[in-house]
């Protein structure tokens, strides 16, 4: 049995046009499912915690896929994606094809794999997690009006760009205390550090090109020591991940991860928001089940 949970309003109705080709499929092939519709932030946790069994098939982005699996951790259900969303990052670093008809052709395949999961408390998260700029990013993005009207004109990634080049100039790097695996190091003028299941967020950022989601480790990206003019500088190689060699960028991996910070530094999770520092991070290995 399929079980379809649908966020219309994600990619900026891409998500709604999507169904309507999928709802097309489904009757001509004749197959059994029942479709929700999300109607307000964070409903696609309560549905798909309701879920007990069969997969779980989102039409959405990275945001209804972060909601999902906060319903599915330890479930017998797994989960299949067809991506609608502006940013799709979770689908990118599984390989999932970006096209409706070629991503259900892939789930009625049905190979499954199980994959690991970023959890910080009770909250778990797909891709990347992010401290610091990252997070003041994230909350600019989700609060941006330009958002929508850039998603208008397929401009999803570019609110992304706008946003870090607005959030640069009144940012202020913190000093932090990172505990990585029991090793405890002290780094200052920290810009953000990023925690990675997967390689990308933000629609196609490699922050950490060498996070494999099935390894279970995290690999770290920590940007410090940074005047604003090397971070624009720096900046646009994030995309093909050639900021790895940069003097002021530390790569890490560990599978339990503290941070504390000098001043609050916020935290999202697959770009929606979870907190502020002080944080504690680990990975939960073969926790999810994707087709
Ligand atoms: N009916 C609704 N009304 C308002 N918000 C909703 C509704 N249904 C879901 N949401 C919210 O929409 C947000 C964005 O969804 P989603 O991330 O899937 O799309 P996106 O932002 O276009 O894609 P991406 O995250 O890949 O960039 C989610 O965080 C979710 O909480």
Request: overall charge neutral.
């Amino acid at each position: 049995m399929y079980h379809f949970i649908v966020n219309k309003g994600s990619g900026n109705g891409k998500g709604f046009i999507i169904w309507n080709i999928i709802e097309n499929i489904l009757a001509v092939k004749q197959l059994n499912y029942q479709v929700f519709f999300t109607n307000y932030p964070s409903h696609a946790t309560e549905i798909s915690k309701e879920i007990k069994n069969g997969v779980i098939i989102v039409i959405g982005g990275d945001g209804t896929i972060h909601e999902v699996i906060n319903g599915l951790i330890r479930s017998n259900t797994s989960i299949g994606i067809i991506p609608a969303g502006s940013g799709n990052d979770f689908a990118r670093a599984l390989d999932i094809p970006m096209n409706a008809e070629e991503a259900f052709d892939w789930i009625l395949a049905g190979d499954e794999r199980t994959v690991d999961i970023g959890r910080i408390g009770d909250k778990s998260c797909a891709t990347v997690i992010g401290i610091g700029f990252d997070g003041k990013v994230a909350q600019t993005v989700n609060a941006s009006r330009t958002k929508k009207w850039m998603k208008f004109f397929r401009l999803g990634r570019m609110s992304y760009i706008f946003s870090v080049f607005k959030v640069l100039f009144g940012y202020k790097p913190a000093d932090i205390s990172i505990t990585i695996d029991d090793k405890t190091e002290k780094m200052k003028d920290v810009w953000l550090v990023a925690v990675a299941n997967f390689p990308y967020y933000a629609g196609g950022m490699a922050i950490c090109p060498n996070a494999k989601g099935d390894d279970g480790y995290l690999e770290l990206c920590v940007v410090h020591g940074m005047s604003k003019f090397q971070f624009a500088r720096a900046f646009p190689g994030v995309y093909k991940g050639k900021h790895v060699s940069h003097p002021s960028i530390k790569m890490l991996t560990g599978r339990q991860i503290e941070i504390s910070s000098s001043s609050a530094m916020i935290v999202h999770g697959d770009g929606e928001i979870i907190g502020e520092t002080p944080i504690k991070i680990n990975i939960e290995e073969n926790a999810l089940r994707v087709i």
